[in-house]
């Protein structure tokens, strides 16, 4: 039996000398070998061949194919809504008759190729035409009246949509329906009053809309910190938080009593005055009575407020500048006389009139008298175009 010598001994020492020089030798050469393979230069690697990129290709091709045969179903069910929705906002009202297939069809022409045309020409082509109402406007003025109405009529919307946001970005808690709502309503705030053709108070919806979102974020943890604050019996930030929920309240209580049910003032900038709160049916079921299939014309302006020297330039926007006025003044009642297809001239003054009148004749106040001692035989109507100073008088052909 073999006996173990010592650990002190000369033998064991020797071996361990040896053991720790050979490993300090292949330690060497490990290294010595890392460093040769880190100068040796690389194979340079190939690229996919053309032919794999072709068909690399052809693959993605497939798949995208079989992913819409897939979804064909939900693909024309939201094509189908889409088209209905389209149709349903810009076919013109009126000019449809299930009984005369042609005027289905030209409404429907009306309604998408024509859309499409009249989109093009106020706010692509209209751009780059000689400066007129619809396109020639400053930016800045806009974004401030767009955001002087926001901070009048919606201050609390304003205020808990920028809380909201900034909570819900940088609270640990980042949702991407809250961020891209709060990032649509910023873009908006510049966007919409550069697209709009009037600097008017309802722009200013487009931005709401989507604010409406980070705003239900912020009043939702204003309510919750309340709740928090009453759990904890912290008096201050109770009191806080009560203070802010009870100015939101009574804020939009104040707007919407005075600006929803209140009767409107002639100097508030708030409401739009574009189209009347007075009834424009019993006038407007007139002209389309008087109105006839034949040529000529159908209705008369008479005023120098309301002519234009060539009634063919009111066919499609963009209106002149020099028309512009005239145009504005007609409204609303213009949109009433080309639903009912009449053909209009205008004069400046009751005395350039013919002596055979046509069926319609519409002039201001101011030529009431001249205008009917010229008539027989007519029925007048008096009209407010919009809530102060923008009446006309309406002669119908009996």
Same mark, same amino acid.
């Given at each position: ?39 040796? %230069? ?8 053309? @032919? ?35 149709? $349903? ?13 042609? $005027? ?5 022409? $009306? ?7 009249? !989109? ?24 401030? @009246? ?9 201050? %609390?919307?304003? /205020?808990?949509?920028?809380?909201? !946001? !900034? ?33 008017? %108070? ?26 928090? $604050? ?72 008479? /005023? ?22 005239? !145009? ?71």
């Amino acid at each position: 039996m073999a006996r173990t010598p010592p650990r002190g001994s000369p033998g064991v020492l020797r071996r361990r000398r040896g053991v720790r020089a050979g490993a300090h030798y292949l330690g060497v050469r490990a290294r010595g070998a890392g460093v040769l393979a880190a100068r040796r %230069p690389a194979h340079r690697r190939r690229g996919p061949h053309p @032919g794999e990129e072709a068909t690399a290709i052809r693959e993605r091709v497939r798949q995208g194919a079989a992913s819409v045969v897939r979804r064909r179903v939900a693909l024309l069910r939201g094509t189908a809504v889409a088209v209905v929705v389209a149709l $349903s906002f810009y076919v013109p009202r009126g000019r449809t008759d299930l009984s005369a297939p042609a $005027s289905l069809l030209a409404a429907l022409e $009306s309604g998408t190729v024509g859309a499409v045309q009249r !989109f093009l020409a106020v706010r692509v082509l209209g751009r780059h035409a000689p400066p007129t109402y619809t396109n020639d406007h400053a930016l800045l003025p806009y974004v401030a @009246g767009t955001a002087e109405v926001l901070l009048a009529a919606a201050l %609390p919307v304003v /205020g808990l949509a920028i809380w909201g !946001f !900034f909570r819900e970005r940088y609270a640990g808690r980042s949702r991407p329906v809250v961020n891209f709502a709060a990032y649509w309503a910023g873009a908006g705030l510049l966007l919409f009053p550069l697209a709009t053709e009037v600097n008017q %108070p309802w722009v200013a919806v487009h931005v709401l809309a989507p604010a409406t979102v980070p705003a239900a974020v912020g009043l939702a943890a204003l309510w919750n910190a309340a709740a928090e $604050s009453i759990a904890a019996d912290e008096a201050a930030r109770l009191a806080a938080a009560l203070l802010l929920l009870s100015a939101a309240g009574v804020h939009t209580g104040a707007v919407v009593a005075g600006e929803v049910y209140d009767a409107p003032e002639a100097d508030d900038a708030l409401p739009g005055y574009a189209q009347p709160g007075a009834e424009f049916r019993a006038p407007a079921a007139a002209i389309e009575r008087a109105v006839t299939d034949g040529t000529g014309v159908d209705v008369l302006y008479v /005023g120098a407020d309301l002519a234009v020297p060539d009634e063919s330039t009111l066919d499609r926007p963009p209106v002149p500048e020099a028309a512009r006025g005239a !145009f504005s003044a007609r409204l609303p009642l213009a949109w009433y006389v080309e639903r009912a297809g009449a053909e209009t001239a205008s004069v400046d003054a009751p005395n350039a009139m013919d002596e055979s009148a046509p069926p319609v004749v519409v002039t201001t106040p101011a030529h009431r008298r001249a205008v009917a001692d010229r008539l027989s035989g007519y029925e007048r109507y008096e009209i407010e175009q919009g809530l102060t100073d923008r009446r006309l008088v309406v002669f119908v052909e009996s």
